[in-house]
């Protein structure tokens, strides 16, 4: 499915009854899930191969003196934004094995907030989430209150 489709299809989806919230998904659509992690989590290591060797590459120039003056502060920058974006693909590959194993242990898909079973065409775009788009929303409002509570 193209992530349009998903996304409207995620719209028009209602969360699973109270009585389908405690059942998981099949092996069946455990295994398609599986697939689709397999596949991001082996473009991410691919990606945070290319963020390495990047860095390797500012390093070096920076070690041979080929960056002088101005260059010094573009650089760092460079170095920055490079070391951030590691960090963010490093955790984005932890979230995708920790999903991994929650394909093994037969709870992936089932949301830690509510219990419910996570709609697949939230699951298809966002295949490490944990959390219902409900339980999202509630995360969120909660944080705004919080936010709000500190300003007054």
Excluded: W
Excluded at 109 to 116: A, E, L, M, R
């Amino acid at each position: 499915m193209k992530k349009k489709e998903l996304k409207n299809n995620l719209q028009k989806t209602k969360a699973p009854s109270s009585a389908e919230s405690h059942k998981g998904y099949s092996d069946k659509e455990l295994a398609e899930f599986r697939e689709i992690i397999l596949k991001k989590l082996a473009k991410a290591e691919k990606d945070l191969k290319e963020m390495d060797k990047s860095l390797t590459s500012t390093n070096e120039n920076i070690a041979q003196g080929e960056v002088k003056g101005l260059d010094d502060s573009l650089v760092v920058e460079e170095q920055e934004n490079i070391n951030f974006l590691i960090i963010r693909q490093k955790k984005f590959i932890q979230h995708l094995k920790k999903a991994l194993l929650r394909i093994k242990t037969k709870t992936y898909g089932i949301c830690i907030k509510t219990g419910q079973l996570i709609p697949k065409a939230r699951l298809f775009l966002v295949p490490h989430t944990q959390h219902s788009v409900e339980a999202k929303q509630n995360r969120r409002l909660e944080e705004e209150e919080a936010m709000l509570l500190d300003i007054y």
